[in-house]
């Protein structure tokens, strides 16, 4: 709302010059009624099952920082609080020794625990904070454009060097349990997340899923389908907000088939997990 655009400052510039200045804005042309596109998380993109998965757990979620915020946005649904950069941890660590008592997970992308997410890890476990830091793993720096960061392997020049390990980094720190996990794997996820959210201590759950952009696109390399003979219209994978979910054939009111995209999906088979009806599979022959 308070967004300095250019309209308002060439407004407030006449303003300042009494009337002179830039000349006002020209008008703009009507825009037809477009559809509404909320931002979303990429078709594919690794961080969907994680924050599926922690809502199925309700599970009380902090973020942070990075595309993987939009992990708050419906149907996911599924972050409570973003503050700031490295925020995740602190804030679930201060919502325990407040007495929360319900499942507790603070979730940031490997960039941000580089950045600032070590430090409040370290305290966590120094202070006893009963937390499952939740580190999504997609081995780039998403948000800002794919730059290297410390788990990525290469310099900002593109050389070759160390790439840390953030669940080396953590036992490092003093946390006792540390999980790694395939993002891909819903079975797996679930198993190792419940696990820890249940389990009264520091852990640490690193989630690995390579960016789908900076991988280009690579992970299922064949789209899924949707069989409409087997598809009941139960909404299980419109849940995932994947955007190459579609709306399909409506079978009674306001339900619907669902659709996949070909040209969008990427064959992270992760709607395949979630649906009961084993409705969808592969097109790969
Ligand atoms: S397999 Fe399913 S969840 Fe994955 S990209 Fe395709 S439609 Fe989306
Ligand atoms: S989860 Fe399966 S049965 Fe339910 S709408 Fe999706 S494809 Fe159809």
């Known amino acids: 709302m308070m967004e300095l655009n250019v309209d308002r400052l ?8 009494g009337g002179e200045g830039a000349a006002p804005a020209p008008e703009k042309p009507a825009l037809p009624a477009l559809p509404a596109r909320p931002p979303t998380l990429c078709a594919g993109c690794g961080h969907r099952g994680v924050f599926y998965t922690l809502a199925k757990l309700k599970a009380t979620v902090t973020g942070d920082i990075g595309c993987y915020t939009l992990g708050v946005a419906p149907p996911l649904s599924s972050m409570d609080t973003t503050i700031c950069m490295g925020a995740s941890i602190g804030a679930a660590f201060g919502m325990r020794k407040a007495g929360y008592k319900g499942r507790l997970a603070a979730v940031i992308g490997d960039s941000t625990f580089f950045h600032s997410g070590m430090t409040g890890l370290l305290d966590v476990v120094y202070n006893k904070g009963a937390i499952t830091v939740v580190v999504l793993d997609n081995r780039i720096t998403g948000m800002t454009g794919h730059q290297p960061n410390p788990g990525t392997g290469r310099t900002l020049l593109g050389e070759p060097t160390v790439q840390t390990s953030i669940a ?3 036992r490092a720190l003093g946390v006792k349990r540390v999980h790694e996990v395939d993002v891909y794997n819903l079975a797996e996820v ?8 249940d389990c009264g201590e520091p852990s640490v759950v690193v989630a690995y899923g390579s960016c789908v952009i900076a991988a280009k696109k690579a992970v299922g390399a064949v789209p899924h389908a949707v069989d409409p003979a087997k598809c009941k219209s139960c909404g299980a994978c419109f849940k995932l907000g994947c955007p190459a979910i579609v709306r399909g054939e409506e079978t009674a009111p306001g339900r619907f088939r669902s659709k996949i995209e070909p040209a969008a999906c990427i064959g992270c ?3 395949a997990q979630v649906c009961p009806f084993k409705a969808i599979s592969t097109t790969k022959e």
């Not at 060439?10 to 010059?17: F, I, K, S, Y």
């Open 168 to 170: 080396e980094v953590a």
């Open 10 to 17: 060439r407004a407030l510039r006449r303003e300042l010059l």
């Open 190 to 197: 679930e198993r190792v997340l419940k696990e820890e959210l």
């Open 269 to 271: 088979d992760v709607c």
